[in-house]
């Protein structure tokens, strides 16, 4: 026992009777208190317990004195409480608490709460008051709280497999489809080895097998679809068609109607199934549907909760069986389909227009850049020419914003600033939004960065913001704030997200709002809840895909007539790749001597950028088409250092004419000119990954690439 700690004994010799009186009435307080209170030396062995010792655990204090206290303790918990002993020794300042486990006399272990300080704040004391409250009551609640999570958690995965069969039967037109996307459902809800539907037909007398689902997990499960006399099972499927009830039967205890009849062993034994579960539905003249749950692997008892969600699974089935309206889903699905070519078309027709406008860009801009250069720095014509230039790539943004919509552009994600991002969305924002709504933008200056598409992450605020705006008819107010989260473990189990730090968007309107409905749908394709023809149902969805490809995620809050709450998370990035600040130096581009084959459709801007080209030293060939460039090429006797090609032409695409061409000159290089890919390198995924400036550019951006290019190694 360590010398360092004198515990308290009231039959220690005391001269004052006060004194002897104080001893005594303490150490009834303690024995009366109702938490095990003790002193424990620094080598863990106790010095003083308390009375409570016996009435919570059995142990009577003299049974403790002198014992080792970690020995009392669940072995699970010894390393965790002796470190918490080892940390309150060495910080005295310091109340710790923890919870564990303290084994009684009779074996069992008692949940506990222990509050641990040292004695005294003096360095030759080394031992440690021990407070333990007896929390197994607050530990048994906690645990009845857990089971009513998971039966919530059941409740809410079966909600969900019975919103995918009601969305499946507004989609797919026949019974069949329906009876086959059911029994998958039900089979994986409920981790079957199989499950089937029949038809019980009273008028042919047979039972016929007309779906089933077979666990894809296990490739020894026999398929059973076929059909049955119903003389083999006569009792049961007269119980199902009187009794309107489901029928039971394990392989380890035989019973009900498939013992009276005699088939028990023909479905346990025969076709090996350990437990099964019918259960009727669909009742007509002639007869009804019988759907079949097989346990082959195991037996199994069927929850309240299984049967439950199996009659809602049936009704769904009864209810798609039954429906006079599959014709106007029919209808429905057409018409979805003839909305999403309309669109289509739409995004053929923005991409050739951006394109187009972006050729007519490219030259605005060149010939731009060649009246800034040639006119001096202090001459008033300079910020005419300078005037063009700025306005040029505004209206570049435009046709982005176009191949955004079309999905025509080339994906670049990149490490960007969001909160620059946002701030030069506001001006298109508040146009789009129009004059009766405020637009209200905090930007949080913590925020960092992000890795995505700029377009793409623009093209969902302003999805955002148009949805917003067709929330508030009337006027109100659309918020745009950003902040700092970090995601933590719990948060991350709630979620689609990794624990870490987030850069969070925050878009808010006052609005008309949503209810719980609409909300379970929201992010579905096609589903909208505006007027025919006032919107496609496929903006937010991708606002979704936008958010999700960059590894963030989407959440939403909302009432009805309480507005609308969209959070965007979208992980920061803590690398230090950037882009070239505003302030940061660009090298010029220069020129050289060597032969650039160039190829654009376009008369005004090959002349262009040809003679920019020549003025920077380079030897231009030009053609107008992938043809002319080809004999040009085979013509010319010397050296070809590099392609210009534009990536959309008529007859020839880029690519096609790069891979001809580096068939007879495998070593000249190649450098892509766009303003609009249609799909151009599909039909070659290598060359995918050729440079590609993109339309439009400056002089000096073309005379840098091409520089690059040339330089490549």
Known sequence: MDDSVTPPD???????????????????LVDQHTDHIAIIAAD????????????????KPDDLIGSDALALLHPEDVAAIDGMFAEALAHPEQRLVREFRVRCKDGSHRAVEGAVMKLADDAEVHGLVVAIRDISDRTSVEAELASERDHLDRQLRYARALNRMAETIGDLGESKALLDTLVRIIGEVLGLDRCLIFDID??????????????PADPLIDSIKRDYPLSVFPDSLKHLWEMRTPIESHAAAHGGPLAREGSAAYVHDELGIRSLLWLPCCFRADGFFMIALNQVSRSRTWTPDETEFIDAAANQVNLALQKRAILSERLAVE???????????????????????????????????????????????????EGIMQVSRRASETTHQLLAFSR???????ILKLNALIGDLQQLLRRLIGENIQLDVRLDPAVGRVRADPGQLELALVNLAVNARDAMPDGGVLGMSTRVERIDAEHARRSSLTPGEYAC??????????????????????????????????????????????GGSVQVSSRPGQGTVFSLYLP????????????????????????????????????????????????????????????????HAGHIDLLLSDVVMPRMTGPVLARRLLEVRPRTRVLFMSGYTADAFASDPELSRTPVISKPFTLEDLARNVREVIDRR
Do not use: C
Not at 44 to 59: D, I, K, M, P, T
Not at 585 to 590: D, F, Q, S, Y
Not at 629 to 635: G, K, Q
């Open 572 to 635: 920061l990035d803590r690398s230090l790749e950037n882009t070239p600040s505003a302030g940061q130096e660009i090298v010029p581009a220069t020129g050289g001597a060597e032969t650039v084959l160039m190829v654009e459709d376009d008369d005004t801007l090959r002349e262009l950028l040809g003679d920019a080209l020549v003025e920077r030293g380079y030897r231009v060939l030009s053609a107008n088409d992938g043809a002319q460039a080809l004999r040009i090429a085979t013509d």
């Open 335 to 385: 018409e979805r389909l003839r909305q999403s070519q309309k669109m289509e078309a739409i995004g053929k027709l923005a991409g050739g227009v951006a394109h187009d406008f972006n050729n007519l860009l490219t030259a605005i801009i060149g010939y731009a850049d060649l009246l800034t250069q040639k006119i001096p720095v202090d001459d008033p014509l300079r910020r005419y020419a």
């Open 408 to 414: 025509r552009q080339v994906l670049k994600p990149r």
């Open 10 to 28: 009231p039959a220690a010799p005391d001269r004052s009777s006060s004194g002897r009186f104080g001893r005594r009435l303490l150490r009834t």
């Open 505 to 550: 968007i925050v878009m808010s309107d006052t609005g008309v709002g949503m209810d719980e409905e609409t909300l379970s749908h929201l992010f579905e394709p096609f589903f909208t809840t505006k007027a025919l023809g006032k919107g496609t149902g496929l903006g937010l969805s991708s606002v979704y895909g936008i958010i999700s490809s960059a």
């Open 44 to 59: 863990r062995r106790f010095v003083f317990s308390n009375q409570a010792s016996q009435r919570l655990f059995g142990w």
């Open 202 to 215: 009273r008028t042919r007398k047979f039972a016929i097998g007309i779906s089933e689902w077979l666990n």
